[in-house]
């Protein structure tokens, strides 16, 4: 099978249903699925859905039976969504190391934005308060246009701040999206979203009709962290999802930044516990961009 069959067979699993953990544990039990005949196909998936507690595994089945790659080629397209699977040379290095990374990746925009060299993900409170506005806007802006990329996730608060600080000062930045293309939440930065997929970047591993749910906000967390060297904390709790983040950004040898904080404000003392662990405590940019290794600010 060639690199591009086997891209085509990714994207008939994950419409079918099976998810990037499914996935991971089809491979494993089966190492040579993508090699094997049609008929053999099916026989083995068909053994895997059945002995793998998945809910309603006929349905999984019968999706995956259905499906034709023109019918998904041409979903992709009315949504005006691209994808690029794990053995593109356009899959991020970064992301390919991580222990769970996503087969295929769904995106709109500037593909080419995954070849910089430089990524910072930046993570915060819903809540955040003026502060990680005013502090992102200090630090972006003595950034080079070429030296990082922001990663965020495009949520209220810390993430929307991230988007539009990279945006105002005309750096590079990647939406990270916990659901399919044809979603949006929240509501409230739909046009934040279709700045970026103007100027930047917006990747999902979801099929475009995947709806937001609970879960897939952590597992979207994930991907933040995996596209990039290093995270930054704005504000953040001691228990919220940024502090999640940051504990998958440790798990995959992420550098971990964090804004100083009060200690007399909730939304810093995760920050400060972070500081007390060995984060790095930023003051001015160059404090993060002697990770990168990409000369000084302006």
Do not use: W
Not at 13 to 20: E, F, N
Not at 49 to 78: E, F, G, H, M, V
Not at 221 to 228: A, D, E, F, W, Y
Not at 232 to 249: F, H, N, W
Request: some cysteine; proline content about 4%; aromatic content about 10%.
């Amino acid at each position: 099978m060639t690199q591009h069959e086997s891209t085509l067979e990714l994207l008939k699993l994950r419409y079918a249903g099976y998810t990037t953990q499914q996935l991971i544990r089809l491979f494993k039990f089966c190492p040579l699925f993508l090699r094997l005949s049609p008929s053999d196909k099916m026989t083995n998936l068909r053994q895997f859905t059945c002995t793998s507690k998945i809910r309603n595994p006929a349905a999984y089945l019968t999706r995956y039976s259905a499906l034709s790659i023109s019918t998904i080629l041409n979903n992709l397209d009315q949504h005006g969504v691209k994808y690029i699977s794990i053995y593109d040379a356009a899959y991020p290095r970064l992301l390919k190391e991580i222990y769970d990374p996503p087969f295929i990746l769904f995106y709109k925009c500037n593909i080419e934005l995954l070849q910089h060299t430089h990524f910072l993900g930046v993570v915060g409170s819903r809540q955040s308060t003026a502060y990680t506005a005013h502090a992102l806007s200090f630090l972006f802006s003595h950034i080079s246009t070429s030296q990082l990329t922001i990663v965020s996730g495009l949520a209220t608060g810390a993430d929307s701040e991230a988007h539009l600080s990279a945006l105002q000062y005309q750096l590079p930045t990647i939406g990270v999206l916990a659901f399919g293309h044809a979603h949006h939440y929240p509501k409230s930065n739909l046009h934040l979203r279709n700045e970026i997929e103007e100027k930047g970047l917006t990747l999902s591993e979801y099929i475009p009709e995947d709806e937001p749910r609970k879960f897939k906000f952590p597992e979207r967390n994930r991907l933040i962290s995996g596209l990039s060297q290093g995270v930054l904390v704005t504000e953040s709790k001691e228990r919220s999802g940024a502090q999640i983040t940051i504990d998958l950004a440790l798990q995959q040898n992420r550098n971990v930044y964090v804004l100083p904080g009060s200690i007399f404000q909730e939304l810093t003392k995760g920050n400060l516990k972070r500081a007390q662990e060995g984060a790095t405590i930023v003051l001015e940019i160059d404090d993060i961009l002697a990770d990168y290794n990409c000369g000084n600010s302006l």
